[in-house]
């Protein structure tokens, strides 16, 4: 290989690569971005993260820099000889034992100070809402309004609120960046972080932790909501689900939605293999909020949910067009 191609190579290479490392700077704004936080606790960790880049920025061009001098000071030459040696130089070796320590210590005070302050439940009596891992899609509980739903999570803005999280599988990580650090939903096992969001706006999260198939289809929605519009969600929520008519009720008794599935006040509906469906027509997205919730996704997804999503937990129930039709007549008027 001649130098010319070489370098061709190395140019080839690292375009698409600034490409990809130039896309983090794109301004989307509803983007799940870490270094724009929306609220108080994403804003402890950014406050935090700030200090110890520049710290990290210092220490690595020093280090290098004093690294790229002596290659080029002491290269080899003719009729040079070996540069003086320091190895075991006591002093040199306490000096550089000694200012990484001190920086070390001076990152891990702030950084256990935030852990702790993070940890701590808001004071008061915060709304509390359970968030429970499945792969691949995130169940909802609000248990003072006792109700449930599914990868959308509706809040009051400016008000702490305090997550429990679990999971009924395997270990998933919920994240939505704009309002706070990760946390690891593990089975068995309850694990909490608060959240809270300074203006209304849509804050998108997804699964942090590689939990299967369609990992990357386990997203969620936080919808930070003003007075007006938090009262109005929790007074639909609170409603009593419209119940099925008898046409939709056979369709899903033959076909055994209620095997996995919840709909409020109707009987054999009442497990939580799948989302509760109970107001449904009032999600925006749906399957892990992968799809937008409009008829044409909802026909796809009643079609062949795995065809759609892969490995999804709700199996091909061989549904005709019909039976579809007046499933999805239902779910959407389900508000
Ligand atoms: C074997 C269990 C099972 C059966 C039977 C089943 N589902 Fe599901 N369903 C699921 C699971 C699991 C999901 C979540 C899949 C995901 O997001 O990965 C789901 C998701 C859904 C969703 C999207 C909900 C949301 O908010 O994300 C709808 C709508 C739905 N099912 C309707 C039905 C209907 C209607 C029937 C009966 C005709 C049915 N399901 C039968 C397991 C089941
Ligand atoms: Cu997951």
Redesign the pocket.
């Known amino acids: 290989m001649t130098v010319r191609t070489r370098k061709r190579l190395a140019g080839g290479a690292a375009l698409p690569s600034l490409g990809l490392l130039l896309s983090g700077c794109s301004q989307n704004r509803i983007a799940q971005d870490t270094l724009n936080p929306a609220g108080p606790y994403s804003r402890k960790i950014d406050s935090l993260f700030w200090p110890v880049f520049w710290i990290a920025v210092a220490v690595f061009f020093l280090v290098e820099g004093l690294l790229v001098f002596s290659l080029y000071r002491f290269r080899h030459r003719e009729g040079r000889g070996v540069p003086k040696q320091v190895h075991g130089n006591k002093r040199l070796e306490i000096t550089w034992t000694i200012i990484p320590a001190v920086l070390l210590l001076g990152v891990a005070v702030p950084t256990i100070g935030t852990i702790f302050s993070l940890s701590r439940k808001p004071p008061g009596r915060p709304l509390q809402i359970t968030v429970v891992g499945?792969?691949?899609?995130w169940e909802v509980k609000y248990p003072q309004q006792k109700f449930t739903t599914?990868?959308e999570i509706h809040i009051p803005a400016g008000q702490p609120v305090y997550v429990a999280v679990t999971s009924i599988d395997v270990i998933h990580s919920f994240w939505v960046p704009r309002l706070a650090g990760k946390q690891d939903l593990e089975p068995n096992r309850v694990n909490h972080l608060t959240i809270q969001a300074d203006r209304p706006g849509v804050y998108l999260g997804q699964c942090a932790e590689f939990c299967g198939a369609?990992h990357a289809?386990m997203r969620l929605r936080v919808f930070a909501e003003d007075q007006s519009h938090w009262q109005a969600w929790l007074a639909d929520m609170e409603k009593p689900a419209p119940q099925p008519p008898p046409a939709v009720l056979s369709?899903?008794q033959a076909?055994?939605?209620g095997?996995?599935?919840t709909i409020d006040g109707v009987q054999g509906f009442a497990a939580d293999?799948?989302?509760n469906?109970t107001h449904?027509g009032n999600?925006s997205t749906?399957?892990?909020a992968t799809f937008r919730n409009n008829v044409q996704n909802?026909t796809n997804?009643?079609k062949n949910?795995p065809g759609v999503?892969p490995g999804?937990?709700?199996?091909d129930?061989h549904?005709t067009p019909d039976q579809i039709q007046t499933?999805i007549a239902y779910?959407e008027a389900n508000q």
């Not at 499945?134 to 899609?137: D, L, S, T």
């Open positions: 499945h792969q691949w899609w599914a990868n369609s289809n369709i899903m076909k055994g939605c095997g996995c599935h293999i799948g989302p469906l449904f999600r749906f399957a892990g909802l997804w009643l949910p999503k999804a937990d709700m199996p129930l549904l499933l779910l």
